[in-house]
């Protein structure tokens, strides 16, 4: 998310806010956060109003709020599309290890938001292919569990995650990078 639309978050959520706090949520300096209210002045995207000692609260126009909302809009487009993106590649992925006979898959990687895109597209797929997935919580265990796989399990298994180097190395199952 651009600095300037965490700008205008925060101060559409909390006029009340200090420069030096809307500098350290930008990770910028204390000139450049007046530079950047300035220019919102300037441009009538927002209004400071003075407060007691010396405080001001920043207030957005209907204009300034117009402008927000235009690029929340954007920026909800652009991680749509991203999203889409992603989902699309790792779609095409499963597909391709489904047509080399991979029937089961593990999952590894972090609890996180790729994750839950990984188990959306392996469940549609499921819906479409005969396979089955689970997420690997234990490495130590899943080791042992490819130990008591037979050799035909093992040619219809993979490991797919998003890390270039994953944690473990699955020399006996194949392993795929969902996102490289």
């Known amino acids: 998310m651009n600095k300037e639309l965490v700008l205008l978050n925060i101060i559409a959520s909390d006029g009340n806010i200090n420069q030096r706090v809307l500098a350290k949520a930008l990770d910028v300096s204390l000139g450049t956060v007046n530079h950047m209210l300035q220019e919102y002045e300037d441009q009538e995207i927002m209004t400071p109003i003075p407060k007691k000692n010396r405080k001001v609260e920043y207030l957005l126009t209907d204009y300034g709020k117009e402008y927000h909302n235009k690029l929340l809009v954007e920026y909800i487009s652009s991680c749509f599309d991203a999203i889409s993106h992603i989902r699309k590649k790792v779609k095409e992925k499963i597909y391709e290890l489904v047509e080399q006979g991979i029937k089961q ?51 219809v298994s993979a490991v797919i995650g998003w890390s270039v180097f994953p944690e473990n190395k699955y020399y006996e199952i194949h392993y795929k990078n969902l996102l490289s």
């Open 105 to 155: 898959f593990f999952i590894q990687g972090n609890t996180d938001e790729i994750l839950r895109l990984v188990k959306m597209c392996l469940f549609e797929v499921s819906r479409e292919e005969s396979i089955s997935y689970e997420l690997i919580s234990e490495v130590q265990s899943f080791d042992d569990h490819i130990q008591q796989m037979d050799e035909n399990e093992k040619n």
